[in-house]
C-alpha cells in the first residue's frame, strides 16, 4: 500500500517525500444508533479498510489538495467552490491548525464514500493527526477525536455525536469500544464470536446526511427532552429516560417514537456488550433484528433497499441478525453470519436485492483493526 500511495504522491508532486503519512480506518458500529448525540451509548470498531492521509508543508507554491480516487486537484483559495471532501480538510485546517501555512495533501485509500462507514470523519481524523504531527500539537487522542467531531458540528453543519471519531482515533484491533458519550469512558469488549462472522453490505444508495433528515432527528429529540423535563426537570438528554418516565408523559406521538427508540436503543447496547461476553451469537442477532425494526419504524431514517437487505437477511436460517448501519437514508446493511454459511449467505443476498433493485450490491468484508496510525 504504501509504495502505491508514494507512486501516487510523486506523480502530483515531483520528487520530494511526504513529511507524514497516516491511516485513518472506517467505522463500523455493532449497535447504539443515533444515540451519541443523546449522550447515550455506542459500540462500534474500527474497520481494516482506511483513507491514508499523506501531507508536506508546501510555502512555496500554496495549497495543493488531491482526492486521488477522484482525479481531482485543487490549487486551494479561499474563494474557491469546493467540493465536500474538500470542505472537510478546509474546516479541520481551520479550526485545528489555522496559522499552518500552505499544504500539499494527498489523499487515497479503500474506504468507499457514501456508505455509513464514516468515511468524512475518517478524513478529517486522519488529517488532525497528521497536522498534529506537523505543528508538534501535543494532544490526546480523544482530544484530537473532540476537534473532529466539531469539524462537522461547526463547519459542516450536521448536528452528529462524538461516535465516530472516538471510534476512528481511538479503536484496538479485534475489539468494539463500549462508549459513553457523556462522560466519554470507553472500554474494549472482543466481538469475537465462535463461528460467526460480521459482514456489512452496501446499498450503494449513496447518503450524504447533510441532505437527510438527520438533523431534523436530532431536532426531535431536543423537543421531546423540552417537554419531558416539565414533569422531570434533571433530564437533560434523551439519556436520562427511562420507559417508565415514558409511559407516564404525554409526548405528541412523533416524538414519542422517537424517544421510544433511544431509550430502547441504549439498552439494546447494553445487551450487547452482555451477549458479546457471553459469546452469544442468538442474543447478539436477536438485539440487530430489534434495533433495524426500531430504526426504520419508530425512528424512521432506514429506505427501501436497506430494509429489503435486512428483511432477506433476517430470515436466512444462517444468519443470525442483520440491521442498518449508520446514519441511515442508505449505505450498509451489518449481519452476523455463522462462517459456513457465508458465501451462501451472501449469495442469497445479492440475487434477491438484483431482482429487487436491478443492480448488485457490494459485499464488504472486514477485519477489526486499530484507529489511527502513521504509515
Ligand atoms: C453518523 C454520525 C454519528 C452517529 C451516526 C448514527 O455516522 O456521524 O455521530 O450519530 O450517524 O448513529
Not at 226 to 245: F, Q
Not at 323 to 347: I, P, S, T
Amino acid at each position: 500500500m504504501k509504495e502505491q500511495l508514494l507512486q501516487k504522491w510523486h506523480l502530483h508532486f515531483g520528487a520530494s517525500s511526504p513529511e507524514v503519512i497516516v491511516r485513518a480506518p472506517g467505522r463500523v458500529n455493532f449497535i447504539g444508533e443515533h444515540t451519541d448525540y443523546n449522550e447515550g451509548w455506542v459500540l462500534p470498531g474500527a474497520m481494516s479498510r482506511s483513507v491514508y492521509i499523506l501531507v508536506s508543508k508546501n510555502e512555496k507554491d500554496g495549497h495543493r489538495w488531491v482526492a486521488g480516487d477522484l482525479n481531482e486537484e485543487y490549487v486551494y483559495d479561499a474563494a474557491t467552490d469546493l467540493p465536500l471532501w474538500g470542505k472537510y480538510v478546509e474546516g479541520t485546517i481551520q479550526l485545528y491548525a489555522p496559522q499552518t501555512g500552505p499544504l500539499k495533501i494527498l489523499i487515497s485509500g479503500d474506504l468507499p464514500v457514501g456508505a455509513g462507514v464514516s468515511s468524512s470523519s475518517s478524513l478529517v481524523c486522519g488529517l488532525l493527526y497528521a497536522l498534529q504531527k506537523i505543528t508538534g500539537g501535543k494532544e490526546t487522542k480523544d482530544d484530537l477525536a473532540l476537534f473532529g467531531s466539531r469539524v462537522e458540528r461547526e463547519i459542516i453543519g450536521l448536528q452528529g455525536g462524538i461516535m465516530d471519531q472516538f471510534a476512528i482515533m481511538l479503536s484496538r484491533k479485534n475489539h468494539v469500544m463500549m462508549l459513553d458519550c457523556r462522560t466519554r469512558e470507553y472500554k474494549f469488549i472482543s466481538a469475537d464470536l465462535p463461528g460467526c462472522k460480521w459482514v456489512l453490505i452496501n446499498t450503494k444508495v449513496k447518503h450524504k446526511l447533510i441532505d437527510s433528515d438527520y438533523n431534523n432527528r436530532a431536532d426531535e429529540c431536543l423537543r421531546a427532552v423540552g417537554i419531558i423535563k416539565r414533569l422531570y426537570p434533571k433530564v437533560e438528554t434523551l439519556r436520562d429516560v427511562t420507559m417508565d418516565m415514558l409511559s407516564e408523559i404525554h409526548l405528541p406521538e412523533l416524538l414519542r417514537k422517537r424517544s421510544l427508540f433511544i431509550v430502547e436503543e441504549n439498552d439494546r447496547v447494553h445487551k450487547m456488550v452482555d451477549a458479546l461476553k457471553k459469546k452469544d451469537p442468538k442474543k447478539a442477532g436477536s438485539l440487530l433484528k430489534a434495533s433495524h425494526a426500531g430504526l426504520r419504524d419508530q425512528y424512521e431514517v432506514s429506505c427501501a433497499e436497506l430494509d429489503h437487505l435486512a428483511a432477506v437477511a433476517n430470515k436466512y436460517k444462517g444468519a443470525y441478525g442483520a440491521r442498518m448501519m449508520g446514519g441511515g437514508f442508505g449505505g450498509c446493511v451489518l449481519c452476523l453470519v455463522k462462517e459456513e454459511e457465508m458465501e451462501e449467505f451472501l449469495e442469497e443476498c445479492s440475487v434477491s436485492y438484483f431482482e429487487k433493485f436491478g443492480f448488485d450490491p457490494e459485499v464488504i468484508l472486514f477485519d477489526l483493526g486499530n484507529g489511527v496510525e502513521y504509515v
